[in-house]
Nanobody, 124 residues
Framework: VQLQASGGGVVQAGDSLRLSCAASGLTNRPTQTGWFRQAPGKEREFVAAIRWNGGHTFYTDSVKGRFTISRDNAKNTVFLQMSSLNAEDTAIYYC??????????????????WGQGTLVTVSS
């Protein structure tokens, strides 16, 4: 199983970016895919997640109203549209997925497969 995360870059505060996470090699369609991020010197934290069946979405409070997670079923790809970026959003963003239903979609330890991470740097 491979997760290919892409779309990171260096932007100014207030700008937008769209991250992509393409999955391949899965036996079954993922049940959910999540985005996590890790800033320098901080622990990895949950950002957003989506359930593939039904499309229900979840967000951490700090990104609600600014980030939107979506999926393309045909391409097994999940997107994270980020807007109104600020310096606190600077981090390496990782996507993760699982073929089983997770008891806690916000818990990184429950995910089975991880992408390599893509760096987002927001300058103020």
């Amino acid at each position: 199983v491979q997760l290919q995360a892409s779309g990171g870059g260096v932007v100014q505060a207030g700008d937008s970016l769209r991250l992509s996470c393409a999955a391949s090699g899965l036996t079954n369609r993922p049940t959910q895919t999540g985005w996590f991020r890790q800033a320098p010197g901080k622990e990895r934290e949950f950002v957003a997640a989506i359930r593939w069946n039904g499309g229900h979405t979840f967000y951490t409070d700090s990104v609600k109203g600014r980030f939107t997670i979506s999926r393309d079923n045909a391409k097994n790809t999940v997107f994270l549209q980020m807007s109104s970026l600020n310096a606190e959003d600077t981090a390496i963003y990782y996507c993760a997925t699982s073929e089983k239903v997770l008891s806690s979609i916000r818990n990184a330890r429950e995910y089975d497969f991880w992408g390599q991470g893509t760096l987002v740097t927001v300058s103020s």
